[in-house]
């Protein structure tokens, strides 16, 4: 019982930050204006978001073959370099945000499947955020099996987040040729 209440503490420690995480884009996504287009434009933030997606994905995937070889120390290598770089991916996309504002994908014959895929995409993050964290969570305390129960729904979860940005960026950059 002692146990249960730190894990109970720090689990909702987590959905607390996820929460606040998650209000935070919404109100710099729908309610804090982009800065002025004349200021600093850096337009390669989208590609090196994507990458930095593709990226995360990639480490996802070798921390997947590295535990299922039992090869624990490569598995969480492979893992806390996903979490580096989707922690990477996070804070670029805020500045994106903040400087550019939001991108709309024109009108095409594609752009349902688009804008599917993005709210798939969105609300699927935002469901992965607490669970990336609570299954790092387990692991890192030593709770492996709470690890491996939630990190079979984390993982394809994550790895779905990861790699549809990859493509929302890609149907985007190909939309503006």
């Known amino acids: 019982m002692a146990q249960t209440l730190p894990v109970r503490s720090s689990i909702l420690t987590i959905l607390g930050v996820s929460l ?20 600093l434009r850096l337009t ?23 535990i299922r070889s039992r090869r624990i120390a490569a598995h969480r ?12 991916f996070l804070v670029f996309y805020i500045v994106n945000y903040a400087l550019h504002g939001e991108s709309h994908y024109p009108q095409s014959p594609l752009r349902t499947f688009y804008l599917i895929l993005l709210v798939s995409h969105i609300l699927l993050s935002i469901v992965a955020l607490p669970m990336i964290l609570i299954t790092f969570f387990f692991s890192l305390t030593g709770r492996i099996p709470n690890h491996r129960k939630i990190a ?5 979860l994550w790895l779905y987040v990861s790699v549809t940005g990859v493509i929302v960026y890609a149907m985007l950059a190909a939309a503006r040729v």
């Open 20 to 39: 606040a995480a998650t209000l935070f884009l919404f109100w710099l996504i729908y309610v804090h204006p982009a800065t002025d287009p004349s200021s």
């Open 44 to 66: 390669f933030l989208p590609a090196l978001n994507a990458l930095l997606n593709g990226l995360s994905a990639s480490a996802l995937l070798i921390g997947f073959v590295f």
């Open 77 to 88: 290598a492979a893992m806390l370099t996903a979490f580096a770089f989707s922690a990477l």
């Open 152 to 156: 079979r729904w984390t993982f394809p």
